[in-house]
């Protein structure tokens, strides 16, 4: 089994930065894809941001130019940046990902962190 794991969530003041990570553990054989979605109170869970196994990225028109997403192949993980963070960047992030296990394609989901914005 795969287990995605994030961390670096918190509360910050509009126009701070936080930066998010996840690592994916167990029966990883390769990824695919890595993404984040976020879920604002009340709303559904959208897609933020992507990365493919050969570095190909794509984000979110309400986050481009402030969110970047990285990844450290090595090590399995996959980390966002979040600049001039609004209070509208608030949500649960959830990380996801594409990945080899069992010699088959499948997803998963890690398990969610908060991230709030307020003065």
């Known amino acids: 089994q795969v287990q995605l794991v994030e961390s670096g969530g918190g509360s910050v003041q509009p126009g701070e930065s936080l930066r998010l990570s996840c690592a994916a553990s167990?029966?990883?054989?390769?990824?695919?894809?890595m993404s984040w979605y976020r879920q604002p109170p009340g709303n559904q869970r959208e897609l933020v941001a992507s990365?493919?196994?050969?570095?190909?990225?794509h984000y979110a028109d309400s986050v481009k130019g402030r969110y970047t997403i990285s990844r450290d192949g090595a090590k399995n993980t996959v980390h966002l940046s979040m600049n001039h963070l609004k209070p509208e960047d608030t949500a649960v992030y959830y990380c996801?990902?594409?990945?080899?296990?069992?010699?088959?394609?499948?997803?998963?989901w890690g398990q969610g962190t908060q991230v709030t914005v307020s003065s």
């Open positions: 167990g029966s990883v054989e390769s990824i695919s894809l």
């Open positions: 996801f990902g594409r990945i080899y296990n069992g010699y088959t394609l499948n997803s998963f």
């Open positions: 990365i493919t196994s050969s570095g190909i990225t």
